[in-house]
C-alpha cells in the first residue's frame, strides 16, 4: 500500500483546517469537482437518454455495489447502492422479519443510531402488533438473545463513543437461536475492516457520506447474504428490482438476484460522485489503515491525558474495543467545540455533553493530531470557550 | 413571459441533435455543470460538515418542495423533495390507506405506470389481505368509484399515450364517495398547468428528472393537501422528519408539518442539480407553456398525417385529452427509432409498437418539428429502418 501521504494529497481540505469529522461527512476528493463537471458536459449532457445503456447508468446500482463488496468483505452480487440509509433499514427490517415471521421481537440497544429504531418503530405499525422492539445496553445484547428473537439489529459502531461491536460473536449467538441479524455499517464501511461474510452476517446496511466521501446525503446500500437473496421479499416491489422492468407488465416478478433490492430510479449524479469517490479503495489496505488508526487515536488520547483531566474520555480505552472515533465528555462541550471550530479544529457535538473527533488516516496524520492538542489546549487554557456561552446550540447531522 | 427562444438558449443539446425525449429525460442547463463545481469547491468542500447549516442543506427536502409548489399549483409547505418516485408512492399508499383504512380497494388503471401498481402490489402483502388492487381501463376509472374504494391512484397523463386524466373530476367523484386520491404527474409537473390545490387532490407525487430538468434520477417529490398533512402518518419514520431530529430520542414522534415525510439524508448533489434546474421557472407562465405545446404537436401530427398513414397516432387526436408528448404505432417501432436516433433525431420506443416523441417548447420550436418530420419522412421513404431490423432490441428507461 502507498504511503498515507499519498492519499492525503487526494483530498480537497482548505487550508489550515485539521477535519476530524469524517466520521460525520467525508471530505471531496480533488478530482470530484471535475468528474461531475464531466459527468454533465460528457453523459448527461451528451448521451441524454441513451446514457442509461451508453454509460451503463442502469447498472450503476449493483456495479457501485461491487465496489463497496471489496470494503465490507463481501461477494460480488450482494450489495445494491440506492436510497437513503433509513429506507434501507426498512427492506432489510422486512425482508428479515418475513423470513423469521413467527418471532416476536426485534432486538437491538440503545447505542443504535435512533433513526434505525424509528424505522423499525413505524415499519411495526404496519404489521399490526404482531412484532415488539425490545431495547437493551449494549452490553447487554448477547444475553438478551433468545428464541423469542427474528432479528437483531445493530449499529456495529456507537456514533456517539464509538464503543465496536463483536459481529462474529453476536451473530453467531443470533443464529444458535435461529435469530438473523441486521448490521448498520455506518460508522463502519471504509472505517476498519469488516467481514460480512466471515462474519455470516445475514443483512447490513451502511451510508457512503462519512468514510467512504461520496457527498452530504450520498446513497446508501444494502447487503443481503447469498444464502438468503433468492428467499427475501423486500416491503417496496421496485421496478429497477423487477425480473424484465422493461416489459412494463402489470404484475411484479422480482429479479432472482440482488437486482430484486433496487427500487426506483436513483440519482446518477449521486452515484457519479460516489464512484469516483469509492475508486481509491483498490488501493487501500483496510489491515494498514486500521493499525495507522489506532496509532493516531493512541496518540490523541495520550496527549489529551497528559493535557487535562477536565475531558472525561468516552470511548473505550482498548483500542480493539473502539471504531475510528474518539469522544469526551465535557459540561461545556458545545461551546468548547464551537471555539475548536472557530480555530479550525472541526469535530462535531452530540446533545448532551458529547464531543466526537473522527480519526481518519487518509488525511490525518501525526502532526494533524498534535495540532488538535494543542489547539486544544489553547482554547481550554485560555477559557476561549466561554466567548461562546451565550450562543444558541444549532444542530449539525 | 420572455420569448421561447430564451429560455431554448438555456439548454445544453449537442449540435444538431433534435431531442424530443424531454418527456423521459430533460436536457441539463448549460449552467448547471458550473452550479455543481461551485457545490463541490464552495460547498461541500469549503464548509464541509457545517455546510448543514450554513448553506442550507439540511432544510432544502422544503425549500425546494417549495420551489415545486409553484409548477403544481401547490401552497407552501405541502411538498417535501426527496428519494425516488416509487418510494413517494409508497408513503403515499400506505398515508391513504391509514387514513381510509376500512376501505378495501385502491382503484387504479392499466394506464398507470407499472411501478406505482408494483409498489401497491408490495405494500399490500404487508397489509396482510386487507386490501386489494382493482385495474380498470382509463375510460372506466370515473364509473369504477364506489363505496368500496379507499384510494384512487392514477398517473395523470399516461406515459404511452400521453392521455389525460380530468383530474378535477376524478377527484370531485372520489370525494363523493368518501375516497381519496393520489396523483402522479411524473408526465405532468413542467408539462401542463397542474392546479392540486384547486383540484382538491389529496395525495400527489412526482418525479423531477422529465419536465424539470434535475438530472437522471433526479429526486421524486410528494405532495398533502393541508387538511390531511397533521393527521397522516407515513410507513417510514424517517429521523429528518423527528419533530427533533437532533435531539437523538430513541421515540419517534414525527414534526407536525410536511417536514413529518422526509426520511433519511438526502444527496445533496442531486439537490443542487435540482435546485439549478428549478430556478428558470418563475420565469414560465404554464398556461403559455400549454398553448405553445399545442401549436408544436398539433404541427407535428399534422405533418406526420399528410406523411404517411403508416404511422398511426396513439395519442388522443383531441389536444385538450393529450399531455406533452405524441405517439405512433408502428410495427417496426423499434428499428424505426433507432434509424430517426442514428439521424439525431431523438425520441424513444415501448414495446411492443409505441414511438414516443416529446414535445416540449423550452426547447423544442417549429423548425425542430419541421426538421424532426423531414427526417421521418427520409427514413420511411428510403426504408432506412430496414437496416435495424436485426439489432437486438435494448431498454432504456
Not at 188 to 217: I, R
Request: glycine share 8%; net charge negative.
Amino acid at each position: 500500500m502507498k504511503d498515507f501521504s499519498y492519499f492525503k494529497n487526494l483530498f480537497s481540505i482548505p487550508e489550515g483546517m485539521i477535519y476530524l469529522n469524517g466520521n460525520s461527512l467525508g471530505p471531496p476528493l480533488k478530482t470530484t469537482g471535475n468528474v461531475l463537471n464531466d459527468f454533465i458536459e460528457n453523459e448527461w449532457g451528451q448521451e441524454l437518454i441513451k446514457g442509461w445503456n451508453t454509460k451503463g447508468w442502469f447498472s450503476q446500482a449493483k456495479t457501485i455495489g461491487d465496489q463497496i463488496s471489496g470494503i465490507v468483505g463481501a461477494h460480488q452480487d450482494t450489495i445494491i447502492v440506492g436510497d437513503t440509509l433509513s429506507n434501507q433499514v426498512f427492506q432489510a427490517l422486512t425482508c428479515a422479519l418475513k423470513l423469521n415471521s413467527k418471532r416476536k421481537f426485534i432486538l437491538t440497544d440503545n447505542g443504535n443510531f435512533p433513526a434505525d429504531i424509528y424505522i423499525a418503530q413505524g415499519l411495526l405499525k404496519l404489521f399490526d402488533g404482531k412484532h415488539q422492539i425490545k431495547v437493551v445496553e449494549p452490553e447487554e445484547v448477547l444475553n438478551s438473545i433468545n428464541e423469542e428473537i427474528a432479528v437483531v439489529m445493530l449499529t456495529e459502531v456507537d456514533y456517539r463513543t464509538g464503543r465496536l461491536h463483536d459481529m462474529k460473536q453476536i451473530t453467531q449467538k443470533a443464529h444458535e437461536f435461529e435469530a438473523l441479524t441486521i448490521w448498520d455499517l455506518a460508522h463502519s464501511a471504509g472505517a476498519l475492516p469488516v467481514n460480512l461474510n466471515d462474519a455470516k452476517a445475514d443483512f447490513a446496511v451502511g451510508c457512503t457520506y462519512k468514510y467512504l466521501n461520496g457527498g452530504p446525503g450520498s446513497p446508501a446500500f444494502i447487503y443481503i447474504s447469498p444464502k438468503h437473496i433468492e428467499k427475501v421479499e423486500p416491503a417496496l416491489f421496485g421496478w429497477h428490482g423487477h425480473k424484465s422492468p422493461f416489459n412494463f407488465d402489470l404484475n411484479y416478478v422480482p429479479s432472482n438476484t440482488i437486482d430484486k433490492m433496487r427500487v426506483g430510479t436513483p440519482s446518477i449524479i449521486a452515484f457519479s460522485s460516489l464512484k469516483n469517490a469509492l475508486g481509491i479503495w483498490d488501493e487501500i489496505d483496510l489491515q494498514e489503515l486500521r493499525k495507522k488508526t489506532i496509532i493516531l487515536s493512541e496518540l490523541f488520547i495520550s496527549e489529551i491525558e497528559k493535557l487535562t483531566s477536565d475531558l472525561v474520555l468516552a470511548s473505550p480505552r482498548d483500542p480493539n474495543l473502539r471504531g475510528s472515533q474518539v469522544s469526551y465528555k465535557f459540561d461545556f462541550g458545545y461551546e468548547l467545540m464551537q471555539s475548536l471550530i472557530a480555530h479550525k479544529l472541526i469535530g462535531d457535538f452530540r446533545a448532551p455533553n458529547l464531543m466526537r473527533f473522527g480519526i481518519c488516516p487518509l488525511f490525518i496524520d501525526e502532526e494533524d493530531i498534535l495540532q488538535s492538542v494543542k489547539i486544544i489546549n489553547k482554547v481550554l487554557d485560555e477559557k476561549l470557550w466561554k466567548n461562546y456561552k451565550n450562543i444558541s446550540r444549532a444542530a449539525v447531522t
